[in-house]
């Protein structure tokens, strides 16, 4: 199954974003919606202090322990890539006490349509062999008119 973090959220709520989230559950991605406004961010009000990033991790972790996920691949822009390898290890450790065997692909900067296409990321092995796949972002796309958002996320996943 195929999964984004809903976008059109907290302080980043606008008209384009609800397209975005529009586009995806469109194209069969379920959306998935964390309390972000409980997320504590550094100064620029885009990326998690650290204590930020392990409350995110955690409504993550519940999220997909919910949806009974046990395996997943994981592509995001700074939402998770911003601490670099560090965050990395840190979901990956956290998932694995649960039993859920993580991988992450985090490019800061990248997105649907941004310079650094999650298309461009996707390991053709995952969507094979049907593995849970959550894509994180598309903030960064906002820049973009609704076409060519519309083009990029419809080809997502061909």
């Known amino acids: 199954m195929n999964f984004a973090l809903k976008t059109n959220v907290g302080i980043w709520k606008c008209n384009k974003l609800k397209f975005i989230d529009k586009q995806l559950i469109k194209n069969n991605l ?17 990326h998690f202090k650290w204590i930020g990033f392990k409350k995110f991790s955690m409504y993550l972790l519940r999220k997909i322990k919910k949806l009974n996920i046990k395996n997943l691949f994981i592509y995001s822009d700074s939402t ?32 649907f349509v941004n310079d650094i296409k999650f298309k461009d990321r996707i390991f ?12 994180i972002g598309g903030w960064n796309d ?17």
């Open 142 to 158: 906002i820049n973009y008119t609704k076409k060519i958002i519309q083009h990029e996320i419809n080809n997502l996943l061909n």
């Open 124 to 135: 053709k092995y995952n969507l094979r062999n049907k593995i849970n796949n959550l894509f």
């Open 30 to 46: 379920i959306l998935i919606n964390l309390p972000w406004t409980k997320l504590n961010l550094i100064k620029d009000n885009l």
């Open 80 to 111: 998770i890539g911003f601490f670099n390898k560090k965050s990395n290890k840190y979901l990956i450790n956290l998932f694995a006490k649960e039993k859920i065997i993580l991988k992450i692909n985090a490019i800061n900067g990248s997105g």
